[in-house]
């Protein structure tokens, strides 16, 4: 498996309901960050959780990350059509000043659909 | 504060012809990277650059492809003698330090080779 993988590959709700997305990752890592992608559109930043947090919140974003489990999850309450778009976690390196420092390696995504 | 500006949006070339993609980092960053993403892929990272600098190209392929961001004007991402397997969505990032923390992006430019 690669660095940053989400599961489902694809889900789809009614809106209200609450959409749970999941990646993991096999390397150290300084932070990990959330990324949507409307169709044929760029990636918008979500959220960001450092090594050293376990939860974090942003609204109706409410991101986990166990570094035990090299995994994070993403959730979305209440969803709303609006919401539908392909979301991808992306882990930034551990070597803090290193080439790796800057890149951000990404997983393949979860599509997300919410039925209205 | 204008945003990752990326140009053109839509490229098409034949193969064997050169494609040059252009991104100006939003005010103030001085730290571009370059993804690609094939269709129904994650992001793929290639290079990293600061102004006159690679710091890591370890995403870009060994032939026909370069990137340079010069003291002034926009970073180029060039790809010589396309082929068809060079089809893909382009994306350009930028951030003001690198940290490793939120990076902007551009709203990509789609090659697509004949």
């Known amino acids: 498996s690669q660095q940053g993988e989400e599961d489902p590959q694809a889900l789809s709700i009614q809106e209200g309901e609450n959409a749970t997305m999941n990646c993991s990752y096999k390397?150290?890592?300084?932070?990990l960050q959330w990324y949507r992608q409307n169709s044929g559109r760029g990636l918008v930043h979500l959220i960001l959780?450092?090594?050293?947090?376990r939860e974090k919140h942003s609204g109706r974003l409410r991101v986990t990350l166990d570094t035990s489990k090299k995994s994070s999850s993403l959730l979305i309450t209440a969803s709303r059509a609006a919401d539908t778009a392909s979301y991808f976690c992306?882990?930034?390196?551990?070597?803090?000043?290193?080439?790796?420092?800057?890149?951000?390696?990404f997983g393949q995504g979860t599509i997300l659909t919410v039925h209205p | 504060n204008a945003g990752v500006m990326q140009n053109p949006r839509h490229l098409v070339r034949r193969r064997g012809q050169e494609a040059r993609l252009r991104c100006s980092p939003m005010?103030?960053?001085?730290?571009v990277y370059w993804y690609r993403q094939l269709p129904e892929e994650g992001l793929k990272f290639m290079v990293y650059?600061?102004?006159?600098?690679?710091?890591?190209e370890s995403g870009m392929p060994k032939e026909r492809f370069s990137a340079e961001f010069p003291k002034e004007g926009p970073s180029i991402l060039r790809i010589q003698q396309v082929v068809r397997g060079d089809s893909a969505a382009y994306f350009c990032?930028?951030?003001?330090?690198?940290?490793?923390?939120?990076?902007?992006f551009g709203p990509g430019t789609r090659l697509t080779v004949l």
């Open positions: 990032a930028s951030s003001p330090l690198a940290s490793g923390n939120e990076q902007f």
């Open positions: 390397t150290s890592i300084n932070n």
């Open positions: 959780i450092r090594s050293n947090e």
């Open positions: 992306a882990t930034a390196g551990g070597n803090a000043g290193g080439t790796s420092y800057g890149k951000l390696t």
């Open positions: 005010k103030g960053h001085s730290h």
């Open positions: 650059l600061q102004k006159e600098n690679i710091i890591d």
